[in-house]
C-alpha cells in the first residue's frame, strides 16, 4: 500500500513562493507516476500539475503554467512542487496523488496524500 505524506504548506503573500514535498513510501518510488491536485473552499478539487516516473514529462493545467514547477527526485522518494508569484487565487488545500503506472492516466490516480493548506494573502 502506497502512502503519500506532504509538507511544505503555509501562509505566504502575494507574490511569494512556496515549495510543497510529497514523500512516497510502500512500494518502489520511480514505478509510479504522481500530480499535484488542489481543491479551495466550496470548489472541485482540480488538476495541477503532473510528472510521469523518470520526471522526462511533465503537464500543467492552464492557471499554474510558468509559475508553477512539478519535479521528482526518485533516490529521495519525493515529489515537488514549486510555486512561485502565488496569487490569492492559489489558496487551497494541496494533494499529492499517485497513478497505478509509470504513465500519467485519464483515470482517476490509485493513491492520496492528506493535503497541506497554501494561503495567499493579498
Known amino acids: 500500500q502506497v502512502q503519500l505524506v506532504e509538507s511544505g504548506g503555509g501562509l505566504v503573500q502575494a507574490g511569494g513562493s512556496l515549495r510543497l514535498s510529497c514523500a512516497g513510501s510502500?512500494?518502489?518510488?520511480?514505478?509510479?507516476?504522481m500530480a499535484w491536485f488542489r481543491q479551495a473552499p466550496g470548489k472541485e478539487r482540480e488538476f495541477v500539475a503532473a510528472?510521469?516516473?523518470?520526471?522526462?514529462?511533465?503537464s500543467y493545467a492552464d492557471s499554474v503554467k510558468g509559475r508553477f514547477t512539478i519535479s521528482r527526485d526518485n533516490a529521495k522518494n519525493t515529489m515537488y512542487l514549486q510555486m512561485n508569484s502565488l496569487k490569492p487565487e492559489d489558496t487551497a488545500v494541496y494533494y499529492c496523488?499517485?497513478?497505478?503506472?509509470?504513465?500519467?492516466?485519464?483515470?482517476?490516480?490509485?493513491?492520496w496524500g492528506q493535503g497541506t493548506q497554501v494561503t495567499v494573502s493579498s
Open positions: 510528472i510521469n516516473w523518470s520526471g522526462g514529462s511533465t
Open positions: 510502500g512500494r518502489t518510488f520511480s514505478s509510479y507516476a
Open positions: 496523488a499517485g497513478y497505478t503506472g509509470v504513465l500519467v492516466s485519464r483515470l482517476p490516480p490509485r493513491y
